[in-house]
């Protein structure tokens, strides 16, 4: 911390920040939930109390296949806490330990693999006795066909081992999402462990452009309305919903169907999540929330959408983001080089005639957002000359010499500091 106690999520750590001595700051956070203090003893807890489903002991009596889905290593999900009593709870139940298989949801990212893999899971009896697998959107044997979405038509491919489970659990973290409203439920399910061709289509620009696809709304969403559609499609499927603070403790969860338990943690966070703020400010810092979500280029996109709602028309945008992976796929690394290459504009318009929108472009395309509202400037680390060019937004080298660069620009001193990036959501209202 600065000695004014200013700073914002970076790595594993924080920045410091030194504003002007004429700085007013404004740090944005979301309203603090008491942590759990028997964390484990609440996720065994909610396993008894459902939501609208039976316990978790009595949906296994009986079966014996279970299928249970993890984010991937780019959320901070409590894993270390659940898993292993979410297993000894099944196996108890009579489902043989040999049946139970722990599905990776990767979406169209690349599998978390080796030590990467045994920290993801967080527990090395998990490691040491469940089938683990990641998931590979691309291998059309591993999925099986559902049809078509009858709203949008969405072609629906989700993994084998998943729909073919007699018992069926998403885990996840419920958190603001930039385009799906909330992550966690339905969306560890789809995009999680969908097909490219699932994915595609609702990354494409007819969804993406869609003015209800944004950050904490679900009414009208058309993501969400086809996640939710596709998971009617698979049949009975329930969920684990984990919601942390900012030091990733555990301060609420449930369990029960997939819908119902979902939605009782979003109403939960969302008034403490979406934080009211009176004016708009020209000049916002923010962060990719530090590890993990900072590790690439790719991830850091969502703090750029998140607060634009308080960015000024015509301000400057501040990310502070680690990068400490690089940048993200070659697919995602080609549509930013387009992106440089065509403008913004020309960019938009290759995208829009498409129903299948190639691989990791909708990252870019929602990089428009806020490329349309005003200046975006980016902190990192851990880019190379090359990877900060086709980010298609201004570098620079300090964050104090950019914020007091802003202020002066600007002629305002007034400075929204967002410490958590894309897990607080700042809403205008004046």
Not at 32 to 48: C, M, Q
Not at 166 to 176: D, K, N, S
Not at 288 to 312: H, R
Not at 384 to 399: C, K, P, Y
């Amino acid at each position: 911390m600065s000695s004014n106690g200013l700073a914002v999520a970076f790595g594993r750590g924080f920045l410091p920040l030194n504003l002007p001595a004429k700085a007013r700051p404004t740090v944005i956070r979301k309203t603090v939930l008491p942590p759990l203090p028997d964390p484990r003893g609440a996720i065994v807890a909610s396993f008894g109390d459902p939501v609208e489903s039976p316990p978790l002991r009595q949906l296994a009596s009986g079966k014996k296949t279970a299928c249970a889905l993890i984010c991937d290593i780019t959320r901070p999900v409590p894993n270390h806490l659940f898993l292993r009593p979410m297993v000894e709870t099944m196996v108890d139940a009579g489902i043989p330990l040999s049946g139970i298989t722990i599905l990776v949801a990767t979406g169209l990212h690349r599998p978390n693999l080796g030590d990467e893999l045994a920290e993801l899971v967080g527990d090395r009896w998990v490691m040491q006795n469940v089938r683990i697998e990641n998931h590979y959107a691309r291998n059309s044997e591993d999925h099986v066909n559902l049809g078509a979405t009858a709203t949008r038509q969405t072609p629906v491919r989700i993994n084998r081992l998943f729909v073919d489970a007699e018992l069926r659990i998403a885990t996840g973290l419920v958190e603001p999402h930039f385009m799906a409203g909330w992550s966690g439920g339905r969306k560890v399910i789809a995009p999680g462990v969908a097909g490219h061709e699932t994915i595609r289509t609702f990354h494409s620009a007819r969804f993406m452009e869609d003015p209800l696809a944004v950050q904490c709304n679900l009414a009208g969403n058309p993501l969400h309305e086809e996640q939710l559609e596709i998971v009617r499609r698979i049949g009975d499927v329930y969920a684990l919903n984990t919601v942390l603070d900012e030091e990733r403790r555990l301060v609420y969860v449930t369990f029960g169907e997939v819908i119902a338990s979902h939605l009782k943690a979003v109403e939960l966070i969302a008034d403490a999540t979406q934080v009211r703020v009176p004016r708009r400010f020209s000049t916002v810092v923010t962060s990719s929330a530090g590890y993990p979500l900072d590790k690439t280029y790719y991830q850091t996109i969502k703090s750029m959408v998140t607060p634009l709602d308080i960015l000024e028309p015509g301000g400057t945008l501040i990310v502070a983001s680690e990068c400490s992976e690089g940048f993200g796929s070659e697919e995602f690394r080609r549509s930013q080089a387009k992106l440089v290459e065509l403008g913004p504009e020309r960019f938009l318009a290759t995208l829009t005639a498409k129903s299948l929108a190639e691989i990791d472009e909708w990252q870019t395309e929602m990089q428009l957002k806020p490329m349309r509202r005003g200046t975006v400037q980016l902190f990192t680390t851990g880019l190379n000359a090359e990877e900060r060019h086709i980010t298609g937004v201004d570098m620079v080298a300090s964050l104090d010499d950019a914020i007091a660069a802003s202020i002066a620009r600007h002629q305002d001193r007034d400075v929204a500091i967002i410490p958590e990036g894309p897990y607080v959501v700042p809403r205008w209202r004046p």
